[in-house]
């Protein structure tokens, strides 16, 4: 959550006359992406009349090799109308362009805000925006293979090992191995699938009032099943933030908005209890992962994977319930 | 360089409603402040065609007991055509509110950025508003004592210590005890005074092309001597950063543009020598004591003390002749 790279105002300048959008007016670096630096632009825009942007500095080479993708993917979403940030591209055409040897790119600016305590309505909205990602992303042309899938959880957990695990809590092994054999056993396979978001947290959602005005952060984007993504979007929505209680208004909201754009199928329907427990292990295995491997004194704030472990819990006896609407 | 509280966006939304603003739109934490978190807010404005705001939480208590002074002294510059933001008072007339139990203010955004390589023009512009700055505080009401005056760099210099000081370059402790020396026996007394800003640096003035947009972050704001004010601002302007090269078009500029809006007196200019190699001092002092209380690991980036040791030995060796305009 910091700015890595100072950017000069001139280099900066420089970079933006790269593109049709005016003259450089103000640059803020934000406080937003983990292994990006991110600034919030404003220029003269086209008309003189100003336009923002957010421009990413991507830190690592290998963010780099993953551009054509996501922004590829951003342009083919923003075209067919969904709430995601077009990309800008330059003078020459270009998605990315380069400097000091690091991949940046320019983006459209969306306003609103992510909420923290999202109402029936918001959640309705964000159901029915993630529809319409699904549907849009039917004939988009690139695939990005899902690396945060089962055997990527079964190595972190098992990269955790049960001492690492139990130093969370004591009773973390045996919920986690115990919830990967299950899910090696019960995940489902042949259910309608394509490019997905995968990470659709209310940070990931601006909002204004109770409509979706941006989908973003689309760097976990990977080929799965759509009722997994919507399962991602149930867990992470549909309790307060500690797992401890579900909102049950909510997790219907979110449903029932889903199916007013996109039917589910009776199979799809039938594997969200599973797809939400697959759900829940992808973060408890991520998050107990990095809780070992993050010093406490860290910048980054380490993520509690026991929240994740309250949702598990839940979803294990919950059964179809949560998913009737 | 940090936010280091998360705001809710819905605390948000009630705290711009305590502001005759509009209606909350969006709002990015943006990464400055070294205690302070910031966002940067925008609004539906108050007639409908967006605005745009900083917002400011003050971490540290202690930083509360100084806000009367420093957003009274914004709102005083501002209502005098200085280009520095103007505070933003509440429906009930304040300057600043409360949230958790930390104060937060709202102000202007302004427009600009902050140059790395100024031009003479920029460095002309940036004189010119300095001395602007200076013909208005003559009617403000309110005063704020000099913290970091000869009496802090001597506390900090022995604090650091001779072997502290060794450690930072092996002929540091030398140079920085027979400069406070030397300060302690010259530095001026009856030259004129106000409050002045004292931190000047480029990343603390707004730029569009050669016009100062804005002046910011007047958190060193104190009662002191002009013309040192003027002394610190050529000190940040007039060097590569390290120090080791001395810009004489851009310190002639900068001495140019003061003196186009304010003329100083013949004891001022006899004095900036001396007041120059104060404002070196001033900041080797609190390099020296960061650079040994700040781990090498941590967030903030240290800066190098040296970068004003080889400054202070320009000032120390030319003598009049940097400020001859």
Same mark, same amino acid.
């Given at each position: 959550? =910091? %700015?890595?790279?100072? &950017? *000069?105002?001139?280099? #900066? $300048?420089?970079?933006?006359?790269?593109?049709?959008?005016?003259?450089?007016?103000?640059?803020?670096?934000?406080?937003?992406?983990?292994?990006?630096?991110?600034?919030?632009?404003?220029?003269?825009?086209?008309?003189?009349?100003?336009?923002?942007?957010?421009?990413?500095?991507?830190?690592?080479?290998?963010?780099?090799?993953?551009?054509?993708?996501?922004?590829?993917?951003?342009?083919?979403?923003?075209?067919?109308?969904?709430?995601?940030?077009?990309?800008?591209?330059?003078?020459?055409?270009?998605?990315?362009?380069?400097?000091?040897?690091?991949?940046?790119?320019?983006?459209?600016?969306?306003?609103?805000?992510?909420?923290?305590?999202?109402?029936?309505?918001?959640?309705? =909205? %964000?159901?029915?925006? &993630? *529809?319409?990602?699904? #549907? $849009?992303?039917?004939?988009?042309?690139?695939?990005?293979?899902?690396?945060?899938?089962?055997?990527?959880?079964?190595?972190?957990?098992?990269?955790?090992?049960?001492?690492?695990?139990?130093?969370?809590?004591?009773?973390?092994?045996?919920?986690?191995?115990?919830?990967?054999?299950?899910?090696?056993?019960?995940?489902?396979?042949?259910?309608?699938?394509?490019?997905?978001?995968?990470?659709?947290?209310?940070?990931?959602?601006?909002?204004?009032?109770?409509?979706?005005?941006?989908?973003?952060?689309?760097?976990?984007?990977?080929?799965?099943?759509?009722?997994?993504?919507?399962?991602?979007?149930?867990?992470?929505?549909?309790?307060?933030?500690?797992?401890?209680?579900?909102?049950?208004?909510?997790?219907?909201?979110?449903?029932?908005?889903?199916?007013?754009?996109?039917?589910?199928?009776?199979?799809?329907?039938?594997?969200?209890?599973?797809?939400?427990?697959?759900?829940?292990?992808?973060?408890?295995?991520?998050?107990?992962?990095?809780?070992?491997?993050?010093?406490?004194?860290?910048?980054?704030?380490?993520?509690?994977?026991?929240?994740?472990?309250?949702?598990?819990?839940?979803?294990?006896?919950?059964?179809?319930?949560?998913?009737?609407?």
């Amino acid at each position: 959550m =910091a %700015v890595y790279t100072h &950017l *000069a105002a001139e280099d #900066l $300048a420089a970079l933006i006359a790269a593109y049709d959008v005016g003259e450089l007016v103000s640059a803020k670096g934000i406080a937003e992406g983990v292994s990006n630096s991110n600034w919030l632009i404003e220029t003269s825009g086209k008309d003189g009349h100003g336009a923002r942007f957010i421009l990413t500095m991507y830190e690592r080479r290998i963010d780099t090799a993953y551009l054509p993708f996501y922004l590829g993917l951003l342009d083919h979403l923003s075209a067919r109308g969904c709430p995601v940030p077009a990309t800008i591209h330059d003078r020459d055409g270009s998605l990315s362009r380069e400097i000091d040897g690091k991949s940046v790119a320019l983006i459209e600016f969306l306003p609103g805000v992510s909420v923290d305590r999202p109402t029936p309505g918001q959640a309705r =909205a %964000v159901g029915a925006a &993630l *529809a319409q990602l699904h #549907l $849009a992303v039917s004939d988009f042309p690139m695939t990005g293979v899902q690396t945060m899938g089962l055997a990527e959880w079964d190595r972190l957990i098992n990269s955790c090992g049960h001492d690492g695990l139990a130093q969370i809590d004591p009773g973390l092994p045996e919920i986690a191995f115990g919830e990967l054999s299950h899910l090696a056993a019960e995940w489902p396979a042949g259910l309608p699938q394509g490019v997905v978001h995968c990470d659709l947290f209310p940070d990931n959602v601006l909002m204004l009032g109770d409509e979706v005005s941006g989908l973003i952060d689309f760097y976990f984007a990977a080929e799965d099943f759509f009722a997994y993504d919507l399962a991602v979007t149930h867990a992470a929505w549909s309790f307060t933030t500690d797992g401890s209680n579900y909102r049950p208004e909510i997790g219907s909201a979110l449903i029932e908005g889903y199916r007013s754009r996109r039917s589910l199928s009776v199979s799809e329907l039938a594997e969200l209890p599973t797809l939400a427990r697959g759900a829940c292990m992808r973060f408890i295995s991520s998050r107990a992962y990095d809780w070992l491997h993050t010093p406490p004194d860290a910048l980054v704030t380490r993520k509690d994977p026991m929240a994740f472990v309250r949702r598990l819990q839940f979803y294990a006896a919950a059964g179809q319930r949560p998913f009737a609407s």
